[in-house]
């Protein structure tokens, strides 16, 4: 498995501003991913980060919203930019080890 | 558009009994299939794998892929109220090493003492 941190584990964000979640791995990894999960659904992908590279962002997500830096092999961040009610929601990381896919213990956000 | 979709819930089964929940997937290529837990208030947690048809067993759990009929099942057998979670179905597409999954709406297990 992996050990994952991500900073905040929560935060409430007023309309218009910008939040920038942190995602720490306890070693090397080649690919991040970034996903989000809304209130009683269930996770969608935003954007897959490698290290080096621009994001790859999927259907829906645009970099100017959710602007993702990979500095290096352990960390990352996602940034939820000019944020509206609508972007409440969960924001999870996480990494692929070996063949399977883990998750940090995500971030909560709300906008009011 | 490459879909994954779950047995509609809630699902209720009384302690000790056979908990049975279904997915099926679009993509026939798809290699790589996943099963995670994920508790209220918490992120998912890898619960199984498996790669090839037929069945895998890990405790008191066990994944079963069909390929030619698209579909991957998990049994947990001996439920216990701990187990009461959601269930969440996830496809790698792509198989390789881009491993984008894909997740299906999960399926809420709750187990009854």
């Known amino acids: 498995s992996a050990v994952i941190s991500q900073k905040p584990s929560r935060d409430i964000c007023q309309r218009g501003t910008s939040l920038t979640i942190q995602c720490q791995v306890d070693s090397q990894v080649t690919m991040m991913f970034w996903y989000r999960q809304q209130p009683g659904q269930s996770l969608t992908l935003i954007a897959t980060a490698n290290q080096g590279s621009e994001a790859t962002y999927e259907s829906g997500f645009v970099i100017d919203k959710f602007p993702i830096s990979r500095p290096n092999l352990t960390f990352s961040t996602l940034t939820v930019s000019n944020m509206s009610p609508e972007d409440s929601s969960i924001y999870l990381c996480?990494?692929?080890?070996?063949?399977?896919?883990?998750f940090g213990p995500g971030t909560r956000l709300t906008v009011t | 558009q490459k879909e994954v979709e779950q047995n509609s819930g809630p699902l209720s089964v009384p302690e000790g009994a056979i908990a049975s929940l279904n997915c099926t997937y679009s993509?026939?290529?798809?290699?790589?299939f996943f099963w995670y837990r994920q508790y209220s208030g918490k992120s998912p947690e890898l619960i199984m794998s498996?790669?090839?048809?037929g069945d895998k067993e890990d405790g008191r759990f066990t994944a079963q892929l069909n390929k030619a009929s698209q579909y991957v099942s998990l049994l947990i057998r001996d439920s216990q109220p701990s187990d009461s979670a959601t269930y969440l179905c996830?496809?790698?597409?792509?198989?390789?090493?881009?491993?984008?999954?894909?997740f299906g709406s999960g399926t809420q297990l709750t187990v009854l003492p």
């Open positions: 498996i790669y090839s048809n």
């Open positions: 996480s990494v692929e080890r070996g063949d399977e896919q883990y």
């Open positions: 996830a496809v790698n597409p792509l198989g390789g090493s881009a491993r984008q999954l894909t």
């Open positions: 993509d026939r290529g798809s290699q790589s």
